[in-house]
């Protein structure tokens, strides 16, 4: 019985050994794979926003915090980058709201630059910025689906080049989706099929000339559309829509 035994024994660290190892190549692929091919921000837009003296910014482990030079306003904005793209990417596209709206913005920096990686709470975002009162949750592309679990914690949901997941058609929440004619990944006919995800009010824009890669400043974006619509275009749309849609919300 007791060759049996060490047999089996034998077996089982064995089998166990062999999961180990698969877990092990699976989890360090995932990491390698997150880190190759991330999407850099674009030098002279970026370089813009932080020459801007009207713009107080934040670099932290958790996210980038723009706001305003003057101090922070009422309402803020966490914003989920899209799947592997530089959180940073995102400071100019976003840099008008600081500017024009006097909003404080947090742009996270998601766990391995995958949104649905990325576990933390909105809490955990908004006490970047203690000062602000109301919060707007939002986020492009995958970031945008994030944006959508996060959403019953936040006033209002901003969807940049997204769509929903998760069912908020019941919940009264304040949505304002951005979408571009031109994007070739978040398309108008995707967006179109989720859309029964969103209250029934949900605002609902398009962009002309507006490509997937026009929410941020990272270049060009492989399967995406050509886009027509300016960089300046696309923030005075963002700046204007989401401007209003902070108007409505409690302080």
């Known amino acids: 019985m007791a060759p049996k035994r060490t047999r089996a024994g034998r077996a089982l660290r064995w089998t166990l050994g062999i999961v180990g190892a698969v ?3 699976a989890i360090v692929g995932t990491v390698v794979w997150s880190q190759a091919g991330v999407m850099a921000a674009e030098t002279e837009p970026l370089a813009a ?12 482990d958790g996210g980038i915090v723009l706001a305003p030079a003057s ?3 009422d309402v803020g904005l966490v914003f989920i980058p899209g799947a592997k793209v530089d959180p940073w990417a995102y400071a100019s596209k976003m840099s008008g709201l600081v500017t024009d709206d006097g909003l404080t913005v947090v742009i996270t920096k998601p766990w391995l630059n ?3 990686f990325d576990l933390r709470p909105l809490t955990s975002l908004t006490d970047l910025a203690p000062d602000v009162d109301a919060w707007m949750v939002g986020g492009h592309s995958l970031g945008g689906v994030r944006a959508c679990q996060l959403a019953a914690d936040a006033e209002a949901l901003v969807l940049f080049g997204s769509y929903c997941a998760t069912d908020l058609s019941d919940s009264g929440l304040p949505v304002l989706s951005l979408s571009g004619s031109e994007d070739g990944l978040s398309t108008q006919e995707k967006i179109a099929d989720a859309r029964d995800e969103l209250p029934a009010d949900a605002e609902m824009v398009e962009i002309p000339g507006a490509s997937h890669a026009s929410f941020g400043d990272y270049g060009v974006q492989a399967g995406d559309g050509t886009p027509t619509a300016s960089d300046a275009e696309v923030e005075a749309v963002i700046v204007d829509r989401v401007r209003a849609l902070a108007s409505t919300l409690p302080r």
């Open 23 to 25: 877990l092990l190549v």
């Open 49 to 60: 926003v932080r020459a801007d003296d009207r713009i107080a910014i934040t670099d932290t």
């Open 71 to 73: 101090g922070a306003g």
């Open 114 to 116: 995958l949104a649905f």
